[in-house]
């Protein structure tokens, strides 16, 4: 796993290799090297830092990235409104930089992550070894011949279409389906086509705010991710 090195006011840097030369002074690799997580190490001005375990933010920050991504503020919702936990099994369907089902894979009991391009799937290997997830498993190809069934389903491929029948087969009655769209039309589209009950749909807004006591400034962030996507909830019933 990759550690990463805090300092009162934040992330100093993500560490890879060699020494790291810091506003607080010289890191040595070597104490680094030797630290656990949770560890303290000294700059040579004698500075503690602590060195640390990346946070989902974190991850999302330090990992690799290929394909468009689904941001921290939609997983959050997808946890909550899929009902995710500890005894959930997630199929993802569309596993790009595999940050929906590395994150998810801490908290539910297993992930299955599907994807057709294998480039896709070496990324996703690569950012599950940064966040050190065990309980996710990788399969390339499209989901037409999987057997088991799933407590939650979660959908983001450009074609949704392809997969919604078969998505709710392997649903266990009272599972959830999560389809991740870019445009409300395709959302409403979806919703015609297959006659979806018992749905929800959202958009998840997220604004950041700086507050500097000393210069006494609370405002909004300049710079701020506003829409992202649309999220289209669906329970199975029978």
Do not use: C
């Not at 680094?32 to 974190?58: F, M, Q």
């Not at 908290?107 to 294998?118: F, L, M, N, P």
């Not at 999560?178 to 009950?197: A, C, D, G, M, R």
């Not at 604004?207 to 710079?223: A, K, L, Q, S, Y």
Request: hydrophobic share 40%; no cysteine.
């Amino acid at each position: 796993m990759v550690k990463i090195l805090l300092s009162k006011k934040g992330i100093i840097k993500i560490n890879r290799k060699g020494d790291i030369n810091t506003q607080y002074g010289i890191i040595k690799r070597k104490d680094i090297a030797k630290a656990r997580i949770n560890d303290v190490v000294t700059t040579h001005k004698g500075e503690k830092i602590l060195v640390t375990s990346p946070s989902y933010e974190d991850f999302i920050e330090i990992m690799k990235r290929g394909p468009q991504i689904i941001t921290l503020k939609d997983i959050g919702e997808i946890i909550v409104f899929a009902n995710i936990n500890k005894k959930s099994r997630v199929l993802e369907i569309g596993t790009g930089a595999g940050t929906v089902g590395i994150i998810i894979s801490q908290i539910a009991k297993e992930v299955i992550s599907y994807d057709i391009r294998s480039d896709f799937l070496d990324l996703a290997r690569e950012n599950a070894k940064i966040f050190n997830a065990k309980n996710i498993k990788f399969k390339q190809g499209s989901i037409k011949e999987e057997k088991e069934s799933f407590d939650s389903v979660i959908i983001d491929i450009p074609n949704p279409e392809e997969v919604i029948e078969k998505s709710f087969e392997v649903l266990k009655k009272g599972g959830y389906l999560v389809t991740y769209l870019p445009s409300i039309s395709q959302i409403f589209n979806l919703i015609s086509k297959y006659k979806f009950e018992n749905y929800k749909v959202m958009q998840i807004n997220k604004i950041d705010w700086i507050i500097d006591t000393e210069r006494n400034i609370e405002r909004p962030e300049n710079m701020q991710l506003y829409h992202t996507g649309f999220l289209l909830f669906s329970r199975k019933i029978f």
